[in-house]
């Protein structure tokens, strides 16, 4: 197959510029078409776990995550109405592991601007933005994929297309794919602050607090100047209004009840999402693939969504270059669903599900038998090494 016909990428998130970067670095010509006006900015993603971090230096990227986002050796679990630490883990024990031990914290569209960047010097990458694809079809030999732009259509035709356009996909609802899953019936609130919670409470730069009440997550981030700013995250009561989670008052009131503090909290951001555990039916219909949030959702407690996302983008691109460059044949491509389905459900959604579990967990009983399982897998280093191992999605990536 020759080279010179292009990948076209539909959704300029980080799943799809990633996958454009890879395929682009090995010559491939891509074209990504993103709905947005610009690169979506609201907090989401920020932790890059060491086998996201493996990949990122393979595409140039690793210098600039770390220096642009907060490197976070350790994680905690806290039990909220106790106010203790019940276990930390220290990514260090995997120094023989991976040449990364730690995880980066470093905002998503951060991750998504650097790559862009590097495109945009590649003459034969091109980065659309208020282009929506609207539509595909697809024959033995090419993809057509329609673009809406200001009120125009155009249509586009490439070798093949990754539908990288986030959780509603567009692509995946033309394959007539289903998102096979669950929502939950609770939201997602997360609040910013730049109230340090290390300093004043002695929180690390990733914590989760278990609370039958109200679970918490917590995540420093280094924020756009690098002065750092921190991530609340909590659950909403089923049937709560946007107003009655977003007001001045509901933030403060949750806030305070978090760590409760002489004066207001500065909030400078808050946001709510839905969450859910959902996975593709498939992750290829002939010339069109799935990857990142169009392939699989799942809830963020342990920071997993898009760094399977990215690890779907490395596969994907590495089969669709070898194909294209003639060294391997097309059957190549039937592994990607093969191997990235299993994958997430084994350990995104598998994972994902156990860590909200344990956070929620109601019975008291159970709770103390989580603590006990946390404190016992910390204090043992082989089982500290392996527990971390299927966290950072190390053990998955390294499966045969
Ligand atoms: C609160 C929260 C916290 C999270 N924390 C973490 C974390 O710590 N670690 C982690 O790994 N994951 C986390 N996640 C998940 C993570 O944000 C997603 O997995 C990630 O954004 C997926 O990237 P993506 O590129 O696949 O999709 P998206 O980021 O959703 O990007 C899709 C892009 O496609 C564009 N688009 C949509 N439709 C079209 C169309 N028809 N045509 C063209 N473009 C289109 C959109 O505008 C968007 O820019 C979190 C999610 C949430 C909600």
Redesign the pocket.
Known sequence: MASQQSVII???????VVTALALAQKGIPVRV????DQ??SA??????HPATLEMLASLGLLDDVVTRGLVARTFQFWDRPSGTVVAEFDHAILKDDTPHPFVVQCE?HKV?LMAIDRLKAMPHAQVHFS????AVEQTADGVAVTIDRDGEQEVVSGSYLVG????????RKALDIEFEGYTFPER?L?LTTPVDFEKERGAGYRAYFSDPDEWCNL?KVAGEDGSGLWRV?MPTVPGETDEEVLSDEAVQRRLQKFFPKGSDYIVVHR?I?N?HQRVAAKFQKGRVFL????AH??N?IG???????IHDAMDLAGRLAAVMEGKASEETLLGYEERRRPMNIEYVQQQTIANKKRLEEKSQEQREKNFEFLRQTAADPVAHRAFLLKTSLLESVRRP
């Open positions: 539909a959704g300029g998130g980080p799943v799809g078409y993103e709905a947005g690169v979506n907090p989401r993603a920020s932790t890059l998503q998504a282009a929506r694809v609207s990288a356009d986030g959780g509603r996909s567009t692509v997602f997360v995540f995250v946001n999402y969450v990857a990142g949030d169009s959702v799942n963020p920071g997993l969504g898009l760094n399977c996302g």
